[in-house]
């Protein structure tokens, strides 16, 4: 399975962006897809997660209100509407998908990445 996300870019407080994620393989049928990101200095933490075949999505805290997880089945797409943005969004924002293969564990496969950088 492979990912390819893309949408970031610099944006000043306050504004908006929108990642997307475009995977190789028919979403509908994954266990689960979302978005970490990792800001400089930290580690990796989760921002939103949607299921493969619902639509009930789970935010961190920190982004909840101010961010959306969406997907497009026909595309093969995930996006992360971002609004409201605060600089300490910035981060490396990195798609991601699990799904079980055969009787083994679940497992997940990431994006490159994409930089968001708000300014204040």
């Known amino acids: 399975v492979q990912l390819q996300?893309?949408?970031?870019?610099?944006v000043q407080a306050?504004?908006?962006l929108r990642l997307s994620c475009v995977v190789s393989t028919g979403i509908s049928n994954l266990n689960y897809m979302g978005w970490y990101r990792q800001a400089p200095g930290k580690q990796r933490e989760l921002a939103a997660t949607i299921?493969?075949?619902?639509?009930?999505a789970t935010?961190?805290?920190s982004v909840k209100g101010r961010f959306t997880i969406s997907k497009d089945i026909a595309r093969n797409t995930v996006y992360l509407q971002m609004n409201s943005l605060k600089p300490e969004d910035t981060a490396v924002y990195?798609?991601?998908v699990a799904r079980y293969e055969g009787w083994g564990p679940l497992k997940d496969?990431?994006?490159q990445g994409?930089?968001?950088?708000?300014?204040s």
Not at 5 to 10: I, K, M, P, R, T
């Open 94 to 96: 990195y798609c991601t």
């Open 109 to 111: 496969y990431w994006g």
């Open 51 to 56: 299921p493969g075949g619902g639509t009930r």
């Open 59 to 61: 935010y961190a805290d």
């Open 5 to 10: 996300a893309s949408g970031g870019g610099l």
């Open 14 to 16: 306050g504004g908006s």
């Open 114 to 119: 994409t930089l968001v950088t708000v300014s």
